[in-house]
């Protein structure tokens, strides 16, 4: 069982020693990564994904349960411990949706039944549904996205998950998020989407390379969070209406023309 | 001394791979000496160069890339001591997925890129399936499943390979690769032989032949130093 991920520091871009001892993530805990591009959000990300023992660029140490991982853990894609959900917007394996599901089960040792589980989870994410005998190149961002999110959490189901900025590619990020954060585990998002990272309960600050500083959020920035989130599903569920045709008569400088859940 | 041979095919990252590598080691000190070999044009070698490491650049022009690869390793490892260096690290044009120019006390590296598909390590041949290290390069552009199913192809076609997933760009997986050239057996030159045979063709190697010494090889030949000349009747 994994209780806790910790990171120990290493070295940012400059060489100079992070502004971190050491950081103790507990399982069930959601903590944001925020930065500008190129301060090393995604390193980091990629530092837990492998492990890392000093042997990366950054020199960072990733320890579970407080101890040394056993090196199988690291390499053995049937004992990963880690899924990771990257940036990537496109498959590019020229091979059907299905083929695909089931290969990467045998891979991961799970049930090649789970295809279908794996094809409709995604499919509530995205727009035009995805079916199993497509090409994976053919699909669309959206689509693609959607089943990498499905793909990480029903047979990478791990208990480290990584997300590399999930708003990406226009697919339903809350329910995205929902369906990979199940019970206990813990997740590692990166992010430049103000409401994902005001959800977390800690955020990490990356600048050139390194961690500047661990901020937790504050009661101020949660009840935000909430007031963010209203308008966000206002705003998702205009895009929506959009998505589909219809003429738009909501306007946020006349509020009876909003949703009644956006009034509560 | 260990001789470090790096196949792949172009464009696979083997240069960006081995510039990451070759700085983990001069870092450490070490004395090692590179080879790059093209067929008809490169600059990579001043990139090794620009980094500290003594860089011999060998074009092969009309001769076999990997053939003048395998025919000039004596003169290579004669650079090598001549630059005291107790490894040498060769880079091959790398082009043909029939050959593998690994001999059998070298250690042999293939550079495989991840973007290809999940069906090029079955595709690739000898310089996969014979290699003692695997690094795979453009993981990063692709999902963690296809990384998983990649991986997954290249222990079918060679169970026993050690894998390093790297990145050109950012260095990652150069300090383990680095690490692995100390494992290498150490190289006896006379002896050594081929793991794989070459594809038959109208070459000495290519009809066949394993050993590695110059006294062994005819046809039209190409020297290092640009010298070409026909041997035999």
Same mark, same amino acid.
């Given at each position: 069982m994994i209780q806790s991920i910790s990171i120990l520091a290493g070295r940012n871009k400059t060489g100079k020693t992070e502004k971190f001892e050491r950081l103790d993530i507990h399982c069930g805990e959601i903590i944001g990564i925020v930065g500008p591009t190129g301060s090393g959000k995604s390193a980091l990300i990629e530092d837990i994904e492998q492990l890392a023992q000093r042997d990366t660029t950054t020199n960072r140490q990733i320890l579970l349960n407080g101890r040394i991982p056993d090196p199988d853990l690291r390499y053995d894609p049937k004992k990963k411990l880690i899924a990771q959900l990257s940036q990537? =917007?496109?498959? +590019? @394996?020229? =091979? #059907?949706v299905e083929e695909f599901l089931k290969l990467h089960a045998k891979c991961r040792g799970k049930?090649?039944? +789970?295809v279908d589980q794996v094809i409709e989870a995604a499919n509530a994410l995205t727009g035009e549904p995805i079916r199993k005998d497509m090409n994976l190149t053919i699909l669309s961002g959206g689509q693609s996205r959607s089943l990498m999110v499905a793909d990480v959490a029903f047979i990478s189901d791990s208990p480290i998950v990584l997300i590399d900025e999930i708003e990406n590619a226009g697919i339903k990020k809350h329910e995205a998020l929902k369906l990979l954060s199940g019970n206990g585990k813990i997740i590692l998002v990166v992010t430049h989407d103000p409401i994902l990272a005001l959800m977390t309960k800690r955020r990490i600050i990356m600048k050139t390379g390194g961690v500047e500083k661990v901020i937790a959020t504050t009661e101020k920035e949660m009840e935000l969070s909430v007031h963010l989130t209203r308008i966000d599903q206002e705003l998702l569920q205009i895009r929506e209406k959009v998505r589909h045709g219809q003429e738009i008569t909501s #306007?946020?400088?006349? @509020?009876?023309? +909003? #949703?009644p859940e956006f009034a509560e | 001394m260990k001789v470090i041979i790096v196949a792949g095919t172009p464009g696979a990252g083997k240069t960006a791979v081995l510039l990451h590598t070759l700085k983990v080691l001069a870092d450490e000190k070490r004395n090692v000496s590179a080879v790059k070999v093209d067929c008809l044009y490169t600059e990579d070698h001043l990139r090794f160069q620009n980094i500290g490491i003594p860089t011999l650049m060998g074009l092969s022009r009309d001769m076999c890339p990997d053939h003048y690869t395998i025919y000039n390793l004596g003169e290579m490892i004669d650079f090598a001591n001549r630059n005291q260096s107790e490894t040498l690290v060769v880079e091959t044009a790398g082009l043909c997925h029939r050959c593998a120019p690994y001999t059998e006390n070298c250690l042999g590296v293939c550079v495989i890129d991840a973007t290809t598909g999940p069906n090029t390590p079955l595709k690739v041949g000898p310089f996969l399936s014979t290699a003692n290290v695997v690094v795979i390069t453009k993981g990063d552009v692709i999902s963690q499943a296809e990384r998983e199913i990649f991986r997954e192809r290249i222990l079918e076609m060679n169970p026993n390979c050690r894998i390093i997933e790297a990145n050109g760009l950012t260095g990652k997986g150069a300090m383990e690769l680095a690490s692995c050239f100390d494992e290498a057996n150490s190289f006896a030159h006379e002896q050594e032989k081929l793991r794989h045979n070459a594809p038959f063709s109208i070459c000495t190697l290519c009809v066949?032949?394993?050993?590695?010494?110059?006294?062994h090889h005819r046809g039209v030949l190409r020297h290092i130093n640009g010298l070409q000349e026909y041997v035999g009747e």
């Open positions: 990537n =917007m496109n498959f +590019l @394996a020229d =091979m #059907s049930n090649p039944n +789970l #306007s946020f400088f006349n @509020a009876e023309t +909003l #949703s | 066949g032949e394993m050993r590695i010494h110059q006294q």
